[in-house]
């Protein structure tokens, strides 16, 4: 069984990047895989990074990690403006970020406007058929 | 005093006499198994005629950051760039180290591999902040959308590093550019096999570009 939990914006807006980051980790170190509205910054992606690899043991090996975003070269003039105002008023709500920890997620394939999810049983279960 | 002066004016503006920079930090960052070494000795090998590092077929070879002093290249109409050449360890969300049994690695190397290789990664992205220029060396043969990719070239972006894209391994069947340059429409992409020497006349060219 694989366990998703969703993170709305509004769990971490408030929180710094250090506790953002170290939330979202702990949550994946728990065996769950998260889907948190919104993105991380650029520099928090680099933190997580940063950070699970200090975390890295016998007992826990990383993460896999994904964004999907709407492409802005998709979108018109409008459109750009509305959420650039959106993001400055309610913080960057588009798109979601998918972290799931690496014995339980094999990989994440992002195609680029859908994400694909191969959870290590899955992958066994196909070795074994063929 | 006019010294100091000067010496503020010409770092102001970049400005060097001898049309030559030097202290330029050009990194080569990306994922594991990318080809960063390798391409790091092809430069060694070529304008300094000797390897920088060593590279393997198992990833996380390179755990530490190396660093080449004093690399000068020259172009076709003679203008020279000199820089350090920085060979960063691949950067990774996961490492396992019974990956590395896998490869024929006993337990307790695979453990000290893995130990050393979280290592690397954490220095690596701690020395982003240390670049003047950067190439992000991507296997040109594999999906170029990782968020480990992303990630690197977000933050280079955020940092206004300059970015070259080296599509690496194009030598092979399955190498595809446009799917890279598809990936980073914003940044310069250019295709070679640093392993063949293939088109890296034109990566110096794109050098020069970015090593400004």
């Known amino acids: ?130 | 005093m006019v010294k100091g002066f000067l010496k503020g004016l010409f770092k102001k503006f970049n400005f060097n006499l001898l049309n030559k920079k030097s202290h330029v930090k050009l990194g080569l960052y990306g994922p594991p198994n990318g080809g960063k070494s390798t391409l790091a000795n092809r430069i060694c090998t070529d304008w300094l005629g000797e390897e920088m590092s060593t590279v393997s077929h198992i990833a996380h070879e390179t755990r530490e950051i190396n660093v080449k002093e004093q690399v000068n290249i020259k172009n076709k109409k003679g203008k020279e760039l000199t820089f350090s050449l920085v060979d960063t360890p691949g950067i990774a969300t996961k490492i396992d180290f019974e990956e590395f049994i896998k490869k024929g690695m006993s337990k307790v190397e695979s453990k000290k591999r893995a130990k050393e290789a979280t290592k690397g990664v954490i220095d690596a992205i701690k020395w982003l902040d240390n670049m003047d220029s950067v190439v992000v060396v991507l296997d040109a043969t594999k999906d170029p959308y990782s968020q480990v990719n992303i990630t690197i070239i977000g933050n280079l972006q955020a940092r206004n590093i300059p970015v070259l894209i080296a599509a690496n391994k194009v030598d092979l069947k399955k190498s595809s550019i446009d799917v890279v340059k598809a990936a980073f429409p914003q940044y310069p992409v250019i295709g070679i096999s640093a392993k063949y020497g293939k088109n890296v006349d034109e990566f110096y060219e794109h050098l020069f570009k970015i090593a400004k």
């Open chain 1, 1 to 130: 069984m694989v366990t998703f939990q969703f993170i709305p914006y509004q769990e971490i807006q408030q929180l710094s990047s250090a506790k953002r980051v170290n939330k979202l980790l702990n949550i994946v170190k728990e065996d769950r895989i998260v889907i948190m509205e919104g993105r991380l910054r650029k520099e928090e992606e680099a933190d997580l990074i940063e950070i699970t690899m200090e975390e890295i043991s016998p007992k826990f090996k990383g993460i896999e990690l994904s964004v999907i975003y709407p492409d802005k070269t998709k979108q018109d003039t409008l459109q750009v403006v509305r959420n650039t105002m959106a993001t400055i008023l309610l913080g960057d709500r588009q798109g979601f970020t998918i972290i799931g920890p690496a014995s339980i997620v094999k990989k994440i394939e992002r195609n680029p406007d859908k994400i694909e999810l191969f959870t290590r049983e899955i992958a066994r279960s196909k070795l074994k058929r063929r």
